[in-house]
Structures are given as structure tokens and as C-alpha cells.
């Protein structure tokens, strides 16, 4: 259960809790609005306890009024964290729908190349007028900055690694430390794993069949595929250009401000004195 808690980003206000003034009128506009914010969250830490428990288990906590007043009953009835972690999740099993991610990330790099998103796109029919089939994106998480990269095969993803790293690298004076991307096999092979360990480059996994985790690469794939239709259909060209389309559209990205971004371009953030 801990482990679900902490997957839901609930484990924290679980096990700490939260104080709650006496008399919330004294409270300043923001304090109120802070205060609102960690109940709400409380509320949601406390929801998938209660959906974890049996109809015996659940009687115990039923009455509680916080994630962590739960989580205590809990630990006192079991007689130990580790017996609430084996609570049987009869509900999450069959009964209860899978749920939701966090439509926004919890937490963002606060420098170039601390986190890169990567994922490879395709197979696209036809082939591009170069053969490729593939192309593979990286995206700074810092500056949301995207560089793309096209294939002919998925193994051509390492080569690409290796060329993509070492030309940010040389531009911004900083290395890639963190490195997102799904299981796919081409970023799960001896060779690469070897490459990353070589260079201390940690690399979070996704869990299966959760593109979700992914989310800021996947996103930007859906947006890049819809920019280079758009333009091929525009101007009546041959869908073989949809490599030129695919590029274009990147560049275009790049140069495009965005909301998460405070409207400032990622090229702007990139070479804005920062790198």
C-alpha cells in the first residue's frame, strides 16, 4: 500500500500529515488557498486507502477524517507498517478502474540536460526519401527544447544517443544526468545500459503499458505527427515528405512559446544566456 501511496505522490502528506489552524478566518488570502490545496490533497491520499481495504478492514477506518489519522489506525490494528503493506488490494485487482496520473509533473529540472524525455516514433509508411522509418525525439526538460533525429531501424537509437549527447553537451557546458524513456528495446540493450552507467546517466523506467510516465515525449509526438500532416495535406505534397515535414515542424516547435514556459519560446530559454 505504500508503495501505491508513494506511486500516487499521497505517501508524504500520509505519513506526515498536516496541521489545521483552529480558527481559519485569521488566515491570509494564500494562507487559506495553501491550506485548501493540502486537503484536497489529503482527500485524495485518503481515497485509495479506503480502496484497498475489505469490508472489515474499512469498518476500522471509515471515521477518519485525514490520510495519516487512517494510515495510524491502520498500523495500530496490523501491529506494524509492514503488515499494512499487505493489506489484499482486492479492490484495485477487479472492482476498481485504474486511476487517473497527475495531468501535470510534480517536479521540473532546474538546469540544462538535468532530465531529457526520449522516445522513437514509428514505423511511418512509406519510408521517407532518405529510407528512414523512424524518427526519434529529445526533449530538454528544462527548456522543453526538442531535437529530432530520424532512423532507419529502432537500432540506430544508440548511434543517435551518442550523437545527440555529445553535441548538447559541447554546446552547453552541462551533461545529461537523467534519461526518460519507455522499455522499449532499443534503450534497454546491454550496450546502451553499459553507455549510461559508463557516463552516470541515470535512467527511470516507465512502467509497462504506461505512456502516461512518458508523457511530455508522447504529447509532443502527437503534436509533431499533427503539425507535419497538416502541412503535407496544406500543400498537396507526396507523403515521402513527411521527414522534411517532421523537421520542419520541430523547428517550428522550438520557436513557438507555450504556457508551461511563462510564453517564453524554447529557444529563447535555451539561449538565453543559461547555456
Known amino acids: 500500500m505504500k508503495a501505491l501511496l508513494g506511486a500516487q505522490d499521497a505517501w508524504e502528506i500520509t505519513h506526515k500529515g498536516y496541521e489545521s489552524p483552529q480558527d481559519e478566518t485569521l ?15 489529503d482527500q485524495q491520499a485518503l481515497s485509495p486507502i479506503h480502496q484497498c481495504l475489505d469490508d472489515s478492514m474499512f469498518v476500522k477506518v471509515a471515521n477518519a477524517n485525514t490520510a495519516k ?3 495510524e489506525i491502520l498500523q495500530n490494528s496490523l501491529q506494524g ?19 487517473s496520473f497527475p495531468k501535470e509533473a510534480t517536479s521540473r529540472a532546474t538546469e540544462p540536460l538535468q532530465l531529457v524525455h526520449t522516445d522513437v516514433c ?12 523512424y524518427f526519434l ?8 527544447k526538442t531535437w529530432v533525429y530520424f532512423l532507419k531501424q529502432k537500432s540506430e537509437a544508440f548511434g543517435a544517443f551518442k550523437n545527440f549527447k555529445a553535441l548538447v553537451e559541447k554546446e552547453s557546458g552541462f551533461e545529461i ?3 526518460r524513456f519507455d522499455r522499449g528495446g532499443e534503450f534497454t540493450s546491454n550496450e ?32 509533431i505527427l499533427n503539425m507535419a500532416r497538416s502541412m503535407l495535406k496544406a500543400k498537396n505534397m507526396p507523403k515521402e515528405f513527411w521527414a522534411e515535414a517532421v523537421s520542419c515542424a520541430v523547428y517550428l516547435s522550438n520557436r513557438s512559446p507555450t504556457k508551461n514556459m511563462d510564453n517564453v519560446t524554447p529557444q529563447q530559454r535555451t539561449y538565453s544566456g543559461v547555456w
Request: proline share 7%; charged share 35%; net charge positive.
Open 177 to 179: 544526468k537523467s534519461l
Open 192 to 223: 546502451f545500459n553499459d553507455f549510461c552507467k559508463a557516463n552516470g546517466i541515470r535512467r527511470p523506467l516507465t512502467v509497462p503499458r504506461s505512456p502516461q510516465q512518458n508523457g511530455v515525449v508522447e504529447r509532443k509526438n502527437r503534436t
Open 69 to 71: 489519522e487512517a494510515w
Open 122 to 133: 514509428g514505423p511511418i509508411k512509406p519510408p521517407s526519401f532518405g529510407k528512414s522509418r
Open 27 to 41: 488566515l491570509s488570502q494564500q494562507e487559506r488557498d495553501a491550506l485548501t490545496k493540502t486537503k484536497k490533497k
Open 137 to 144: 525525439l529529445f526533449i530538454d526538460d528544462y527548456s522543453r
Open 81 to 99: 507498517v509492514d503488515k499494512v503493506k499487505k493489506v489484499r488490494l482486492q479492490v484495485l485487482r477487479g472492482k476498481h478502474a485504474r486511476l
